[in-house]
């Protein structure tokens, strides 16, 4: 059954540096998600990204943060100067269609020391 | 603003005993249901979906749940859980007015007692 992958499974960065989040979405599907859980909170949205710009975005994914699609097959999320409030489970999501139902990734543990 | 709500944080079932999870949502559009499931470690995994037409829908693992419009609510319902339900089960919401975007309950951990 195709899935989403997410790599790495966990990354531990300090505060201030650069990260990326790499994504492989479902081969078919066309719109593009990233989601965040903070420890004990709600899954988040965060962007949204179709034709290869973003659709929507939320008042978290400030300039810190962008979203690219660098090749046929790979999402990234970047997060340019990491801040300690940014450790967090990080999904990534797909959809074949504009309103059908959303494919997760297993996620990425970011935990920024 | 959009709103989903779980109110039970922990739920205990006994294994072989029936289980209703609550979620309510705010919107203000004709909205789309989903039912995660993530378990420790692992990804969200979809249970299940109401998009439209019958209102109980049925999904993986022998759960289903159904939509009542009047009560804005969809509740996860399975008539005997097994010790492998235990994990945390997200509710989430999405509508056509509102671009792609889910917004998720707090999600509601269910443990299973043998």
């Known amino acids: 059954e195709p899935e989403v992958t997410q790599t790495p499974s966990h990354q531990v960065t300090q505060m201030g540096q650069e990260v990326i989040l790499r994504c492989v979405p479902i081969s078919n599907h066309l719109y593009f998600y990233w989601y965040r859980q903070i420890l004990g909170q709600k899954v988040e949205f965060l962007v949204s990204f179709y034709n290869n710009e973003i659709s929507e975005k939320s008042e978290i994914f400030d300039d810190q943060f962008s979203v690219e699609r660098p090749d046929g097959s790979n999402f990234t999320l970047k997060i340019r100067s990491t801040k300690l409030e940014d450790s967090a489970m990080y999904f990534c999501?797909?959809?074949?269609?504009?309103?059908?139902?959303?494919?997760f990734g297993q996620g990425t543990r970011l935990t920024v020391v | 603003a959009q709103s989903v709500t779980q109110p039970d944080i922990h739920i205990t079932v006994s294994e072989g005993a029936s289980l209703e999870l609550r979620c309510n949502y705010s919107y203000g559009a004709t909205p789309y249901l989903f039912w995660y499931v993530q378990s420790p470690g692992q990804g969200l995994q979809l249970l299940l979906k109401y998009f439209s037409g019958d209102t109980l829908v049925q999904g993986i693992k022998g759960f289903e749940a159904e939509f009542k419009r009047s009560q804005s609510s969809f509740n996860l319902r399975k008539p005997s859980v097994h010790w492998s339900d235990a994990a945390e089960y997200f509710c989430?919401?999405?509508?056509?007015?509102?671009?792609?975007?889910?917004?998720f309950g707090a999600g509601t951990i269910l443990r299973v007692k043998s």
């Open positions: 999501a797909s959809t074949q269609g504009e309103h059908t139902e959303a494919f």
């Open positions: 989430a919401v999405g509508a056509a007015e509102y671009g792609n975007k889910l917004v």
